[in-house]
C-alpha cells in the first residue's frame, strides 16, 4: 500500500507483471518471461551532475567508467582498450544497421561522467543535466548514500 513518500520528491510507481527479456536479440536476454514488481517509490528526477557530484565530493568515490578494467573480465581484449572510460553515442547521418553498435557508440578512454564526451570535454555548464556513465554499481552506490535503493524485479 502507497504511504506517504519518504522524500518529498518522489513519486509512487505501481506494481504489475510485465514481459521482460527478448527472444530475438542477445542470448543473455532470452528466453522472453513474466516478471512481476512491487509498488515503489521513485524520484521525480533524474540525477544532475551537480548532485553526483556532491556524492563523489563527500564519499571519495570513483565510477567504474574512471577504472581499468580487470583484463581477466575481458581475455582477448585489446590491451589499448583496457584503461578507464566508457561508451560514447555519436549521431548518425541516418538510419544504420542495428545489429552493429559501434555505428553510433564509440569507445572512448577517458569518458566518465566529469567528461562526458571524452578528455577535453566537461560539465561546467551541465550542472543540472542528468549524470552520464553510470554504471549499475555506480547508482546502487549513489542510491545507499542518498538513502535510497534500486527497485529490481522480482522472479
Avoid: C
Avoid at 514488481?37 to 567504474?64: H, I, L, P, S
Avoid at 566508457?86 to 569507445?107: C, E, I, R, Y
Wanted: glycine residues 8%; negative net charge.
Amino acid at each position: 500500500m502507497k504511504k506517504n513518500p519518504p522524500y518529498p520528491d518522489m513519486v509512487w510507481i505501481p506494481g504489475g507483471t510485465f514481459r521482460m527479456g527478448s527472444n530475438e536479440h542477445y542470448p543473455e536476454e532470452a528466453p522472453v518471461h513474466h516478471v512481476s514488481v512491487d509498488g515503489f517509490w521513485m524520484d521525480k528526477y533524474q540525477v544532475t551532475n551537480a548532485r553526483f557530484a556532491r556524492f563523489v565530493k563527500e564519499t571519495g568515490y570513483v565510477t567504474v567508467a574512471e577504472r581499468a578494467p580487470n583484463p581477466e573480465d575481458f581475455p582477448g581484449a585489446a590491451p589499448e582498450n583496457l584503461v578507464p572510460g566508457s561508451l560514447v553515442f555519436h549521431k548518425t547521418q541516418g538510419p544504420v544497421d542495428l545489429s552493429n553498435m559501434s555505428l553510433w557508440w564509440a569507445w572512448t578512454p577517458g569518458a566518465y561522467w566529469r567528461q562526458p564526451e571524452g578528455p577535453g570535454s566537461n560539465i561546467r555548464k551541465r550542472k543540472h543535466h542528468p549524470v552520464l556513465h553510470v554504471a549499475y554499481e555506480d547508482a546502487a552506490a549513489y542510491a545507499n548514500w542518498a538513502g535510497k535503493m534500486l527497485p529490481t524485479e522480482a522472479e
